[in-house]
T-cell receptor, first 112, second 114 residues
Framework: KNEVEQSPQNLTAQEGEFITINCSYS?????LHWLQQHPGGGIVSLFM???GKKKHGRLIATINIQEKHSSLHITASHPRDSAVYIC??????????????FGKGTKLSVKP | DTGVSQDPRHKITKRGQNVTFRCDPI?????LYWYRQTLGQGPEFLTY????????KSRLLSDRFSAERPKGSFSTLEIQRTEQGDSAMYLC????????????FGQGTRLTVV
């Protein structure tokens, strides 16, 4: 069964803190996406990973294929980083919900 | 190709009215997905298509919901007799099939039923 688990569900941080959001998945995937959604806003694609690590500004995404795990890190967090962060996995084989499965999201709030 | 586009971006409707949303996928993508996202939650699967065939439908997709993908290109999601509980973000994504495939995401249509 294709499953994606994301943690934590809610995260509150102080401005400047280093933040980690985790995503694990059940079986083989061809791609892992990290998405961002600000309150009242649309979905923005941050990263697509199939291996290794990617960095964009203060955001870093890593994936460990053997561990079936990915992390999204935010360095020097800022209140404008407050958003819902969602991981989505593209599985090789589809199940009853197709092969694109989303995590439940992490609601991040960064306090000044 | 400018990516996956959804129209409209926002829709406010009165309870009981019908609404229709459109998704235009990446042109060569044969898979198209619809999801619903309520406030503070991750997207929930509604349905997906491979070409023009609707392969799976979630039990979330009641009889008031219907989705089509004529000719295997754009897709429409219609909600009849809208209810306040239908207020959500409706998200579309598309992908090809095969090794190394990745998904592309629309920005979503935000529906508010008043």
């Amino acid at each position: 069964k294709n499953e994606v688990e994301q943690s934590p569900q809610n995260l509150t941080a102080q401005e400047g803190e280093f933040i980690t959001i985790n995503c694990s998945y059940s079986v083989g995937i061809s791609a892992l996406h990290w998405l961002q959604q600000h309150p009242g806003g649309g979905i923005v694609s941050l990263f697509m990973l199939s291996s290794g690590k990617k960095k964009h500004g203060r955001l870093i995404a890593t994936i460990n294929i053997q561990e079936k795990h990915s992390s999204l890190h935010i360095t020097a967090s800022h209140p404008r980083d407050s958003a819902v962060y969602i991981c989505a996995a593209m599985f090789y084989y589809g199940g009853s919900q197709g092969n694109l499965i989303f995590g439940k999201g992490t609601k991040l709030s960064v306090k000044p | 190709d400018t990516g996956v586009s959804q129209d409209p971006r926002h829709k406010i409707t009165k309870r009981g009215q019908n609404v229709t949303f459109r998704c235009d996928p990446i042109s060569e993508h044969n898979r198209l997905y619809w999801y619903r996202q309520t406030l503070g939650q991750g997207p929930e699967f509604l349905t997906y298509f491979q070409n023009e065939a609707q392969l799976e439908k979630s039990r979330l997709l009641s009889d008031r919901f219907s989705a089509e993908r004529p000719k295997g290109s754009f897709s429409t999601l219609e909600i009849q007799r809208t209810e306040q509980g239908d207020s959500a973000m409706y998200l579309c994504a598309s992908s090809s099939t095969g090794v190394g495939t990745e998904a592309f995401f629309g920005q979503g249509t935000r529906l508010t039923v008043v």
